[in-house]
């Protein structure tokens, strides 16, 4: 692969060339959705290792043929795909312009089979999914609902969640839990779930995180912590789950924006956070981030006191019609990918730090994310 090629200049659209993209539980893989089907490549190196084109109508769907052409008319499209780990199975829900399946119904492909092996259908559209080996998570606009991994799924538990939209949740596999957080019934509510320790009352808590309601929602790999933004995006708090205090609480800006994606890296040490005016900032879950000149005089706004990021970089493109939505995966602690919607490709961005020579503080260090490389998905 030669990722040192300029990136070249794409067709401008206001038509995103992928329904949805989606990192699998260790965050080794990706998948990503279109209005023909699916396909899977592993994180880095960038390699399709699964696809399957739905528009051909070789997989027990129903065809239409448009009365003035003599071409197939398939309903392939796929808008919401989610992978279990590197197995077969991958959920799937219709979207896009001709959905494969209706909005409100759930299927679980199995890939060697060729077909679905779990369907389920709820009364309004599903908005995001997580899959474990023993769990599968449908959350809808007001509620999150788990339900057992079976050939037929038996519901576990319901939740009533405030208005979801973005579909905000996240579920951290650990050996001996399973941690699943998603909005409370109320504005700025965090729930928090151990969906397999429910016998213990500490299973279950709530956290007022925000004013505003809850935008995205990201655990770290362990589950002990869980990273949260409201539809206001200024501020990024970082609750422990377990006693759900206040851990950290970052500045990603002082005006509004969309919070489309976050991930903590494989370690826990660092939050990765894209926003919608395609600006990624990078926070150390410690003493490395960056603070006001002033935040030590009196008097002043808590705006001066805040934790800003220890590195940013503008990640976007000028010339796009439309602010592009990215989804973040990492690779290992010093490197990460943006897999773009918009533009339909995929971008490596490595984390370098710089130490002056004359000093050895933390002061000194420059952190510096340069992009490596990009491809086409």
């Not at 692969?1 to 200049?9: G, K, S």
């Not at 959920?91 to 409100?104: F, I, T």
């Amino acid at each position: 692969m030669n990722a040192q090629r300029p990136l070249v200049v794409h067709v401008k659209s206001k038509e995103p060339k992928l329904n949805n993209a989606a990192f699998n539980q260790d965050q080794s893989c990706f998948a990503i959705c279109t209005d023909t089907g699916f396909k899977v490549y592993s994180t880095y190196p960038m390699e399709l290792k699964m696809e399957r084109d739905f528009s051909k109508g070789s997989f027990g769907i129903k065809e239409t043929r448009d009365s003035s052409s003599t071409t197939r008319n398939v309903n392939s499209g796929i808008g919401i795909v989610k992978m279990l780990y590197k197995t077969n199975y991958v959920a799937l829900v219709g979207g896009g312009k001709k959905p494969r399946s209706p909005l409100n119904k759930l299927c679980i492909w199995d890939d060697l089979k060729e077909k679905n092996s779990i369907v389920l259908e709820f009364n309004t559209p599903l908005l995001n999914i997580h899959l474990s080996r023993t769990h599968i998570v449908a959350l809808l606009k007001n509620n999150a609902l788990v339900y057992s991994f079976k050939s037929k799924p038996e519901l576990l538990f319901s939740f009533e969640t405030d208005d979801n939209e973005p579909g905000a949740s996240d579920l951290a596999i650990c050996e001996s839990s399973s941690i699943l957080v998603f909005p409370g019934r109320n504005n700025g509510q965090i729930h928090i779930v151990d969906i397999i320790n429910t016998q213990d009352k500490k299973s279950v808590s709530l956290i007022k995180a925000h004013r505003n309601p809850v935008q995205c929602l990201a655990l770290s790999p362990r589950g002990n912590l869980v990273a949260s933004a409201s539809t206001k995006g200024t501020i990024i708090r970082i609750h422990d789950t377990k006693n759900c205090t206040l851990v950290y609480e970052f500045r990603r800006g002082v005006d509004p924006a969309i919070i489309s994606d976050m991930k903590f890296a494989p370690s826990g040490t660092k939050l990765a956070v894209l926003s919608d005016k395609c600006t990624l900032h990078i926070y150390h879950l410690g003493e490395e981030n960056k603070k006001h000149l002033l935040k030590d005089l009196p008097l002043f706004p808590n705006y001066f006191k805040s934790t800003w990021s220890v590195m940013s970089k503008n990640v976007g493109n000028k010339s796009d019609l439309v602010n592009d939505i990215g989804t973040l995966g990492w690779v290992n602690d010093n490197v990460l990918v943006i897999v773009w919607k918009y533009k339909g490709i995929w971008e490596k961005y490595d984390i370098i730090s710089n130490e002056m020579d004359s000093v050895s503080s933390e002061e000194s260090r420059k952190w510096e994310i340069v992009k490596e490389g990009w491809r086409s998905v």
